[in-house]
């Protein structure tokens, strides 16, 4: 009972400091107002180190949907997890530390503040997703660590170019700065959200439980990237054109590989990846309202999806093949119900809570100066995540079950369905009670007829196409289904790194140093004493000196 009471104490100060969240957030949005906390934690010469904190509506309204999420996930947890086992009591604990990570992240305008929660993402992140003790998760927990780390590297770089500013305050100094700090911004973003060709860590990250899958790719640890571009969002108008096309190929990638995998988790680890690569070419086009609020509805209705899928799971014996599913929606209709509303609105199907914002985005990216090329990928890939979407809906509802019969089904737990309710809530009328409330600077949209309709018209092209994949008289040749499983061989580039990497440490190093030794300071310690062995040896020999001597200064007078 003690345990069960941990889980249910922390998801009611969770929702409450949600609802406190959402009001104050209302308060500033009303009067226009922003707080800066900052506490001097120690004085280097000309440099001291802050540590700061920003209250404003954008930092406010994601603390909202962060704690309310996490709120879900933790009442979700306590039936999921087992709340009568030693572990879920750890669990539980790593759970809170990746929230607070997280709002101390978001909370941040500081790059030294920024990186305690950056860095406490990245660990606690490893440590849940290598959470169950198998192989497979264990190499999934490396690759994500690893990864991250990759852009957490960019983002100390940032800091000791920022030493000279006297301040790490990139929000004080954003004319000032060169472009070689914002590259590295842009790879500690690209690899937090998983941006190509950082891309192969978020479905690997999915060994992880489900509820921590529905928290990590709903509205924290994939999201902070895309909120740290929000923050540098001033300083990057003109480096836009070459990031959107890699946010679109990301975008349209992911789609692909989500249309061939038969993984559940993974297909929506991939729709993930698709949405993050929407936010960021939104971005990059200037619509950074637009980008923030699809950030927050797509945080509501994802989580919704992998909180439903988790429940498929917890019921036919752990198995995450959608071959083996079918006619679940007469074994468990509320969660089905639930999750065919979150596959909707991932759709942008009106007027559901993803549509406001999707269909904003494409409109704005109509009226804005882009080529034919990228307009084209854009509707492409709309078309894809309706494909997608309605592949999965068609073997988990409507196919004949082929896996459990319907006698070893039971119903929804009680605190399962609790936490999906509100989450269905949310993603029905999060959109349209959100855009009423921030007070969008539109400009006017004007466009003709067909274009209007365009998207609605890619919209149900790709539910035809979803349902045609389904049929088994729909071949393909066999290398295009070998690329698009393998996330079109992005793990294979990795290791043609690493081989790289080995045999320039195998041929460029002495006395068996690794290339990391050798540039490091046992290969500095190395060219040392092989120095000093040389000036010894001529130290030894008078008339070596004596000819090398005349030569200097005869090159000297010359």
Known sequence: MIKFNFYFYWFIIFLLISFLFFFTCLYFMIFDLTIMMEWKLLSLNSVSLYYTLILDWISLSFCFVVTFISSMVLIYSMEYMGYSTNSSVRFLFMVILFIISMILMIISPNLISILLGWDGLGLVSYCLVIYYSSLMSYLAGMITCLTNRVGDIGLLISVCWMMSFGSWHFIFYKEYFGDCLFYMIFISSFTKSAQIPFSCWLPAAMAAPTPVSSLVHSSTLVTAGVYLLIRFFYIISYLNFYFLFVSIMTMVFSSFCAIYEFDLKKIIALSTLSQLGLMMSSLFLGLLNLSFFHLLSHAMFKSLLFLCSGIYIFYMNDNQDIRLMGSISFMMPFTSSCFNISNLTLCGIPFLSGFFSKDSIIEFMMMSKIN????????????????????????????????????????????????????????????????????????????????????????????????EFTSLDFYLPKYFYLMNGNMWFMTNYYLYLYKISYVYSYFMTSNSLLWGDYLGAEGINFYILKFSNYLQHYSMSSMKIFLLSFVIWFIILI
Do not use: A, Q
Request: proline residues 2%; contains cysteine.
């Open 372 to 467: 034919l090329f990228l307009m084209l990928i854009y509707y492409m890939s709309l078309g894809l995540t309706c494909c997608y979407s309605f592949r999965l809906f068609y073997y988990s509802m409507v196919k004949n079950s082929n896996f459990v019969s319907f006698s070893f089904i039971f119903d929804e737990l009680v605190f399962m369905k609790f936490s999906i309710l509100l989450l269905t809530f949310f993603s029905i009328s999060f959109g349209s009670i959100f855009m009423w409330l921030m007070n969008f600077d539109f400009d006017f949209i004007l466009l003709p007829k067909n274009l209007k309709y365009m998207p609605m018209l890619m919209v149900f092209l790709g539910i035809w196409l979803g349902l």
